[in-house]
């Protein structure tokens, strides 16, 4: 499975998106995902920088391709406070969703995994539950279909 309650960061506190990314890398580094947070870091980092992952309506989809990814991943953070993601519309992010595929072997896994998130993003409703959720559970069970493959 991409995503369980232990990739899911509610209220968090970050104050920008370093800050952010940093700390959604944690999570997934705990949960084994990952070999290294330095890496994928950079790795993120780097596609950030070729275009930004803030997709509009207060979300972004930061996501990278590395060799220190173990096994696909999905993590997601609802932040306190929006903060400044160099956005299409310019809106602040309130809503992240980290994406990691290992280097080898994906067969544009990435896509799929960002096609998949994409169609749920575009339903109101889903991304109200989300901004609305209070437990790791009821982020989890939103969450829950997208799948690898």
Avoid at 47 to 76: D, M, Y
Avoid at 94 to 105: S, Y
Avoid at 111 to 140: C, G, P, W, Y
Wanted: glycine share 4%.
């Amino acid at each position: 499975m991409l995503i369980n309650r232990n990739l899911i960061a509610l209220n968090m506190e970050a104050k920008d998106k370093n800050e952010a990314l940093r700390e959604l890398i944690a999570l997934v580094k705990r949960e084994n995902k990952i070999a290294s947070e330095e890496k994928f870091l950079d790795c993120v980092l780097h596609r950030e920088k070729e275009f930004s992952t803030g997709v509009g309506n207060g979300i972004a989809i930061p996501h990278g391709r590395s060799e220190t990814v173990n096994e696909a991943l999905v993590a997601f953070a609802k932040l306190n406070n929006r903060i400044d993601w160099n956005s299409v519309d310019d809106e602040l992010v309130d809503l992240i969703f980290l994406l990691g595929v290992p280097e080898k072997n994906t067969e544009n896994l990435h896509l799929k995994i960002l096609a998949q998130l994409s169609r749920k993003l575009m339903d109101e409703e889903f991304v109200k539950v989300l901004r609305e959720a209070r437990t790791e559970q009821e982020v989890f069970d939103a969450l829950s279909d997208i799948e690898v493959g």
